[in-house]
Each structure stands twice: as structure tokens, then as C-alpha cells.
């Protein structure tokens, strides 16, 4: 499959995990990716994965925390395949704790890297969508949108996304750019087995008792959510922006 032949795609967070998948896929389906990541190490690792197995990808290290770090990875995948079609927005962190105990460097971090970051990012790349009335961005939000104890920050990041999605729809659907986002629910990846160690269970148990409750009686993996990335960025998608998909085996 070609649905991506000509389409350059940028992927932040994508070192591993989601991310990583999203980044795989895409290639995969004939887009050119930029993988990105905090860490150089996984960043140029999936990049390399991805050009052995025959796609088109380079690797960016970038913080996106950080202004002119997204300038420059938005600048490299122009410069390296002249264009950017595709951005999704896939890096986060989480610092899970009751609010009573939450810090602010637990608050700061968890906003700046989804909320800020995200901004950066979709500022930057509409910079070059824009001109070429094209484009199309998709922000990873969460089931925990909806709220989940322990997670006043990553709660009110990943709801903060929805909004941002749905007024970016708003302002840039005259240029052709769409804007979605997708919210994950329970996707077995580094991050739930950070959740399961805080919790102080057994990573194993924590997915079984997961599968348990969701209707699919499954947990999911980083595949599914890049299957749902792949339909909202393709052609095929051209008339569903400012929406949230739940992915997550169930209402």
C-alpha cells in the first residue's frame, strides 16, 4: 500500500512505543518520516529500523518543550524531503500523583511536554502547511481526558488537547489541514508499565486486570492506535477534522 506515496510525515515521541508505530506505519504506506524523540539513542534506532526495512526516515533528536528545538526539526524535514504533510504529535511524559502530593514540577512538566509542546509544534508546522494548503495533524490525547485519579495533570493535559484540536480544525480547514485527536485507552507501552510499578503491581496482573474490564477483553498495543493515525491522516479522512476518536476497545 502507497496511500502516503509524496507525504512527509513528522512524528514526535517516536523513539518507541506509540510513536515509534505511528512512525512505522506511515513508512510502511510510502510516507517519508522524520522520527523524533528526547532521546538520540531511540530516535536513530527507529530511524534506522525503518530505512532497513526499506522506508524513508531520518532521525531528529528534539525536546519539544523547547521553541527552537521544534523549529529546527521542522526545518530539517523540510530541508532533508521538501515538505511537510503530516504531523503527529505523540511525545508526553507522565508524573503521576494525588494532588496533595503533586508538585510543581510534576504540574510543569507533565503541561509543558503535552500541552506547550503540542502547541510549538502545530505553530511550527502549519507555518509550512499553510502555503501548500495541505496538511494534516493528529494530537494523542487519552481515555484519562475524562479524568482519572492521580492524574490532575495528565488529566487536564490530555483534555486540553481535545480543545486545542478542535479550535486548530477551526482556524486552518479553509487550507485544507484537518485536526484530530485521538484518545488511547488502556495501550501496553513503557508508560502503563511505569503506571503498574507506581501502583506497586505486577505488570502482567495489571494487564490482565485491564483486559478484564474493557468490552474487546483485550488490552491494546501501539499497532491499534497507529492503524487509527494512518485513517486520519490518508485521503480518506479528508472531510473528519476537530474530532476526538476514543481508542479503546469499547464506549
Known amino acids: ?34 522520527v523524533s524523540d528526547m532521546n538520540p539513542e531511540t530516535t536513530e534506532e527507529t530511524a534506522k529500523k525503518i530505512s532497513g526495512e526499506g522506508g524513508k526516515a531520518i532521525g531528529v533528536q528534539c525536546d519539544v518543550t523547547e521553541r527552537e528545538s521544534v523549529e529546527k526539526l521542522v526545518k530539517a524535514a523540510v530541508d532533508e524531503f521538501g515538505r511537510l504533510d503530516i504531523l503527529v504529535c505523540c511525545a508526553g511524559i507522565i508524573r503521576d500523583n494525588l494532588v496533595y502530593k503533586m508538585t510543581d514540577e510534576d504540574w510543569d512538566g507533565v503541561i509543558d511536554t503535552h500541552l506547550k509542546g503540542t502547541f510549538f509544534c502545530a505553530r511550527e508546522a502549519q507555518k509550512v502547511m ?46 485544507s489541514i484537518t485536526v484530530n485527536a485521538i484518545a488511547p485507552g488502556f495501550i501496553e507501552t513503557a508508560m502503563t508499565r511505569q503506571t503498574a510499578d507506581r501502583m506497586g503491581m505486577d505488570f502482567e496482573q495489571f494487564k490482565q486486570g485491564a483486559a478484564s474490564t474493557i468490552p474487546v477483553q483485550r488490552i491494546g498495543q501501539p499497532e491499534d492506535i497507529a492503524a487509527a493515525v494512518a485513517y486520519l491522516t490518508s485521503e480518506e479522512a479528508g472531510f473528519v477534522s476537530g474530532q476526538t476518536l476514543y481508542v479503546r476497545g469499547g464506549p
Open 130 to 175: 499553510v502555503p501548500q494548503k495541505y496538511g494534516r495533524m493528529i494530537f494523542l490525547s487519552s481515555t484519562s481526558a475524562l479524568g482519572n485519579r492521580g492524574q490532575t495533570n495528565y488529566s487536564t493535559a490530555k483534555a486540553g488537547l481535545q480543545g486545542m484540536a478542535r479550535t486548530l480544525a477551526i482556524e486552518l480547514g479553509r487550507y
Open 1 to 34: 500500500m502507497t496511500r502516503f506515496e509524496d507525504k512527509v510525515a513528522v512524528i514526535t515521541g517516536s523513539g518507541r512505543g506509540i510513536g515509534a508505530a505511528c512512525a512505522a506505519r506511515l513508512a510502511a504506506e510510502g510516507a517519508a518520516v522524520v
